[in-house]
């Protein structure tokens, strides 16, 4: 799946990043439990002072200018825009904007179709901002359509994938509307990292064999954001589990859409269609 294009799909990247930097995407509830309850403190020993923490540095006007060069560059800009947040981070690297832009630099790599990048930085985003739910939903869908060759490394990539596609599922119902973001671009935001996150589940589901299971969060995917890689998973998955007029349905509906994605669709329509005539289908 891609992020969507044009201006919507902007102003959805930045209300995400700009959450996740603002600190609006909420912890999951066990988390907000631990934090909540009171320490124990041993009374026979004397309380550590607490550190001074480092102030944010100001920000000067050329980081203003810069960050501003950056946000302003749209999804179009391709490799200027990665070039432009590389440069950022190199030279403002404590700077307050920074979550916000590994965060949408971890998006441009995506739409770039650089894994490797895309992965790196994301990483980075994850280790100041572990619920940052559009970049944990880019690397849960990206990593399973990208595994290694190697089965052992596949395997630490598919169960990362997991990690991350739980997380997103469970803080996006937690979050809040920042202020000032319009509703529309909100849902949108929100329905693009549920599709994300449920396609890289629904994937990793098909890989392990769990063909009900991948078929659930593959018809959540599209549900949220209709998409023909996603449709194709979903018709791969039923088919793997026998249900072959579901799987001929949901090829239908790839091929219906125009992409790249469509004679291989429309092949896979034919063959579920035959099965469907030939071969017995499971109970659902």
Known sequence: MRLRKGKDSARAVWVLAGAAALGLAAL?????????KPPTLDKSKQQAPTPPQPETPPVSPEEE???????ETGAAGGEKKAQLGEDFLQKYPQSRYRAIVLSTLTAAYFRLGQIDKM???GEKALAGTPND???????????????????AVAGKQLEQAEVYARRALDIIPTMSKPEGAADEAWAAAKNSVLAMAHSGLGLVFIYRQRFNEAVAEL??????EPDPVNY???GMANKNGLHYDDAAAAFEKCAAILSPMQPRCQTALVEAKK???TQPSAPK
């Open 275 to 277: 099965l469907a005539l």
């Open 219 to 224: 018809e959540q995917s599209v549900k949220a």
């Open 232 to 234: 194709f998973l979903l």
């Open 28 to 36: 999951p509830a066990r988390a907000q439990q631990q934090e909540e």
């Open 119 to 121: 992965t790196a930085t």
């Open 133 to 151: 739910v559009q970049v944990l939903a880019i690397l849960a869908q990206t990593l399973p359509r990208s595994l290694s060759k190697d089965p």
């Open 65 to 71: 200018a810069a960050f501003k060069a950056y946000s």
